[in-house]
């Protein structure tokens, strides 16, 4: 099954900052999400010509509990998959638990057995809702 | 300035669990480094096809104090840069702190408003030692 490289989120305080800093390596922004509703954005930086290698830059409006104040602090690792049902039944064939099933055919959550978070993203359009995938529900956190 | 993503740095716990695991997805190692002297192995696996978008895992063979129960634990983000000490100099005078300087040409390291540890490594072969960098001290940990 064919898999690419997304990127790697990070979380923010001060997305500003963030930014100037990633613009200062030569990084891009090649998109941005605003949320009102979910009080987030989301931008992605890349360097030029490597739009699928970003580093995604999550920023909640309200602050973020998630931020130490030292290092190490990740967002989780992100994959597109040819088929998001095969690759999380492949998965949890193989005893991975699907945190976040795909319910919606679009996206899953995964843990590393270093418990790293890694989102998987349907590749193209998303698939049709299915069972037993729409009705998962949810295991854990990511 | 030209730069290319190289890799996300990921630590583990059990790096037979971990390959595994990011077999399962699809992934295939490139690359390793077992470093006898430092007790360390470095073992890079990307998606087929994309060598320059690498998770790279970071196990040392006697343990890792870094590795917490839970999720967010983070090595670095990679970036290859055309000329190392441009680039460090360029981040100095925009107020970033080099916390590991280029002394040998090869490699620095600094850190995002966050903290988040950033490589930099210079593309190609190591540049010649050159002042200020190759006397520099380190600034804190990275």
């Not at 030029?48 to 699928?52: D, F, K, L, M, S």
């Not at 991975?96 to 795909?102: G, L, Q, S």
């Given at each position: 099954m064919k898999i690419n490289y997304l990127h790697t989120m990070v979380r923010v305080k001060d997305l500003e900052k963030s930014k100037a800093f990633y613009e200062l390596l030569g990084l891009e922004e090649t998109r941005r999400i605003d949320n009102e509703g979910g009080r987030f954005s989301l931008v992605f930086m890349s360097p030029?010509?490597?739009?699928?290698a970003a580093v995604e830059m999550t920023y909640n409006w309200d602050g973020d509990e998630g931020l130490p104040s030292d290092s190490r602090h990740f967002g989780h690792l992100a994959y597109a998959v040819e088929n998001i049902y095969e690759m999380c039944q492949h998965l949890m064939d193989n005893g991975?638990?699907?945190?976040?099933?795909?319910r919606d055919g679009h996206m899953a959550f995964v843990r590393s057995p270093d418990n790293v978070s890694v989102e998987l993203l349907q590749m193209g359009e998303a698939l049709p809702r299915q069972e037993p995938w729409a009705s998962m529900e949810n295991t854990g956190h990511w």
């Open positions: 030029p010509g490597q739009e699928n991975v638990t699907i945190n976040r099933p795909p």
